[in-house]
Every structure is written in structure tokens, then in C-alpha cells.
């Protein structure tokens, strides 16, 4: 790894440092290093404040959705072990912010800049048992200055894409020598591992499958947040469309006003910024669609206005309202999480752009999900699932068996965890 790794130390200092010149200009930029200019000094702060323990585990997340992974992982190394600290980086200023008073972690801090110096300075401060990369988002610095503290290395819910930059002929063998790094390789799925075993000659790596889906099943249980708006649809069929961008709900607003009566409109946008709200509301005030803000609920709010979820945090629950779902974002880049809806066991719609994500395509496979391409497929889709409540409930039981027989991934890395810190 040598010539590699010199040439990658050669270049990050470079890099960071033309970038933090320029950042000034960039607000992303600038928020990057500003966030990560008192860091080691609270981070000495935050492990001088936290009793000592035995066990220390280190798990990086590039950002909330792959910290989310990791939850189910935590539960299950605190159920077995309540003295083991639990220290949690995050690359994105969006998981950070969500996560930083996590109360199951000792502390919670930005990764740094990969570094030999920040990577040794790190190190020495959290002195890790084992470090957990979640998904991806490894720095090879990092992971050799754990490595040569004698720490044991995992990557979690791995996966590689059959068209991955890791798997470039340019630079294959460095990364080839960054997964040899890890002393454990646990993928999503078999066709993952598979191509950790091709590419990178880990014929070790192991399929544990998905931790989202005991994450899933986990936060299900858990509806304390929405509990006082259950009584407004209290016998009714609720439609929840869950993290919606403008095309999305270009569809969903002609639909739910043909089907005025039948079906309740809960809206949760992607974007809850109050600009973007009051673009939705004055879409609704032209389409003469009565509505309210979850955040100013009325009193006398009924059930036949759409409601417009203003505030984050509580999509996940409030699918637990729905009769059936819909998932936004499958008329941009990718759809959003399909699990969160189908672990309640009901049918699940999205727009065309899922092929990205593996379990959106395989609710499709197994007829428990139906890709809607345009305004009149959803109407027809909605009226279909109304009038017939035998197929409503076969498409939800399919989506919810989807999700039951794929848990364990958490039990089965938390185990291995466990096992590696007391050899």
C-alpha cells in the first residue's frame, strides 16, 4: 500500500488546504472546516467528562441515514454489555446535528480530515477497541492508525455497485489493499459479497444482510409522537406520502382530490424549509384544496383536509396512520425509504426512479409495491386499493413479511463484535 498511500499523503494535505482557502467562498465549504476547527479539543473534553470503560467501540457514519444502520448494532452491544462506551463520527454536518446528543454514545464529533497527524491524534484520544465503518465513507489513515493501535476493523452493511469506482482498474489495488485492512467484511446482499471475494480477493467477507430492516422494526414499535392524531382518522383509509419533492406532489394532489371522501392526504415534503411550505400551501390554495399546518392544528381539524407535516422526525410513525403509502423522490435522483412504510404491512407506491435502491425493486418483484409514472396510474392504483380492500391487504402483508424475514443482520454483527473484544 505503500506507493499509494504516499502519493494519497501527498495530495489530501494539498487538497484541504486550496480548499479551506476558497471555502470563504463556498457556504458548504466554509461550514466543513468551521465545524471542525475546536475538534479535537472538545472531543478531549467530551472523553475527560465520560467514565473510563473496558470496552470502546468506534463507529463512523458518513451521515444520518448510515448512522441509522448502526442504531439496531448499538441496542444490541449495550444489551449484552452496559459498561461499553460507544463513540460515534459523523462526515456530514446533516448527521451530526441529528445525532449529536445521542445518549447511548460517550461522544459524538466530525471526522476530521484524513491525515497521518489527525489520524494518530484521534486515535490516541478515543483509543478504540474496534472501529465500525458503516456502509462506506473509510479513510485509510484512520483505519491504519486503529489498526496499529491493535484495534479490530469492521465494514458494515457493505455493499458495491456493479459499476463502483472501487472497482476502476486506476485504482482497484489501492483499494484492494484499503479492504484488506478490515478484519471483518459484512455485506448487504450475496451479489455484495460476491464482489468483495472478485474484486478484492476478500473471500472472508460474510452476507449479513441489511441492519436497516431491525431498525425499521425496531422504531415501529415506538408511535408516542403521533398518538394524538389518531383519533382525526379514526375509521378512515389514509393515504401517508412520505418525503415528497414538487413532481411528486403534482401527482398526489389531482389524485387525492378525485378521490375526495374515500381517502385522507397526509403530506410529509422532503423539504420542510418554510419556503418550500409555503410553495406547497399556495399549490394547494390554487388546486382549492382545504389544509392544515401539523404545527397550528386546529381543534376542529378534519380528517378531509390535507395535512401538512411542517416540522421533522415523525414520518416514520406516521406511517402507522396509513392504509397505504407513498414515497417520494422516485421522480428525482432516487426514492426515499421504502422500509419505513412496509414494516406496517401496507402497500407501498413510488415513482419511477427506484432501480438505486435494492429493496424498493424487490417490493416491486414480489407485487407488495406499484411504480406510479404519472397522475393517472395513481388515481387508478388509489381507486383499485380502495375498492377492493382483499388486494389492499394482500399487497400490505407481502410488504410487511418483506421486511420480518430479513432481520437479524444487527444480532449477527453485534455477536461477532462481542466475540473479537473479549479473545
Not at 54 to 73: K, L, N, T, Y
Not at 162 to 178: A, C, E, M
Not at 243 to 254: A, Q
Not at 377 to 386: E, G, I, S, V
Request: aromatic letters at 10%.
Amino acid at each position: 500500500m505503500a506507493p499509494q498511500l504516499f502519493l494519497y499523503n501527498a495530495i489530501v494535505p494539498l487538497l484541504a488546504g486550496s480548499l479551506k482557502l476558497f471555502s470563504p467562498a463556498f457556504p458548504r465549504l466554509r461550514t466543513f472546516f468551521d465545524v471542525r476547527k475546536n475538534m479535537f479539543t472538545e472531543l478531549e473534553q467530551s472523553v475527560a467528562e465520560k467514565k473510563d470503560s473496558e470496552f470502546r467501540v468506534w463507529i463512523h457514519a458518513a451521515s444520518a441515514g448510515e448512522f441509522e444502520q448502526s442504531r439496531p448494532i448499538i441496542a444490541a452491544l449495550k444489551k449484552s454489555r452496559p459498561d461499553l462506551s460507544v463513540f460515534v463520527s459523523f462526515q456530514s454536518d446533516s448527521g451530526y446535528s441529528v445525532y449529536r446528543n445521542y445518549p447511548d454514545a460517550a461522544a459524538v464529533w466530525y471526522h476530521p480530515v484524513d491525515t497521518r497527524q489527525n489520524a494518530k491524534k484521534t486515535v490516541a484520544l478515543i483509543r478504540p477497541d474496534v472501529v465500525v465503518i458503516m456502509r462506506y465513507d473509510f479513510w485509510p489513515n484512520h483505519l491504519l492508525a486503529a489498526k496499529k493501535s491493535g484495534a479490530r476493523l469492521f465494514l458494515v452493511a457493505a455493499v458495491l455497485q456493479d459499476r463502483s469506482i472501487y472497482g476502476k482498474p486506476l485504482v482497484r489495488q489501492f483499494y484492494r489493499q484499503v479492504f484488506s485492512l478490515f478484519d471483518y467484511i459484512y455485506t448487504v446482499s450475496e451479489k455484495d459479497r460476491e464482489r468483495f471475494s472478485t474484486l478484492f480477493g476478500r473471500n472472508d467477507a460474510l452476507k449479513a444482510g441489511d441492519p436497516r430492516f431491525d431498525q425499521v422494526v425496531q422504531r415501529s414499535a415506538n408511535t408516542s409522537k403521533i398518538d394524538t392524531l389518531a383519533a382525526c382518522y379514526a375509521g378512515k383509509i389514509v393515504l401517508v406520502a412520505g418525503s415528497t419533492w414538487e413532481r411528486d406532489e403534482e401527482i398526489l394532489l389531482p389524485a387525492s382530490m378525485e378521490l375526495a371522501g374515500k381517502l385522507s392526504l397526509i403530506l410529509v415534503p422532503h423539504d420542510v424549509s418554510p419556503g418550500n411550505i409555503s410553495r406547497l400551501e399556495t399549490l394547494l390554495h390554487a388546486s382549492g384544496i382545504s389544509f392544515s399546518r401539523l404545527s397550528s392544528l386546529p381543534e376542529n381539524f378534519s380528517s378531509n383536509s390535507v395535512l401538512v407535516v411542517d416540522t421533522v422526525g415523525l414520518l416514520a410513525e406516521l406511517y402507522t396512520l396509513a392504509g397505504i403509502a407513498y414515497v417520494g423522490g422516485g421522480f428525482g435522483v432516487n426514492v426515499h425509504n421504502t422500509l419505513e412504510p412496509a414494516v406496517y404491512g401496507i402497500p407501498v407506491l413510488f415513482g419511477p426512479n427506484h432501480h438505486n435502491s435494492p429493496e424498493a425493486e424487490e417490493l416491486v418483484r414480489i407485487t407488495a409495491a406499484t411504480v406510479i409514472p404519472d397522475r393517472d396510474t395513481l388515481a387508478d392504483t388509489l381507486r383499485k386499493l380502495l375498492d377492493d380492500p382483499d388486494t389492499r391487504a394482500l399487497q400490505g402483508s407481502l410488504a410487511g413479511s418483506f421486511v420480518q424475514e430479513r432481520l437479524g443482520a444487527s444480532q449477527t454483527v453485534a455477536k461477532k463484535i462481542l466475540n473479537s473484544i473479549t479473545i
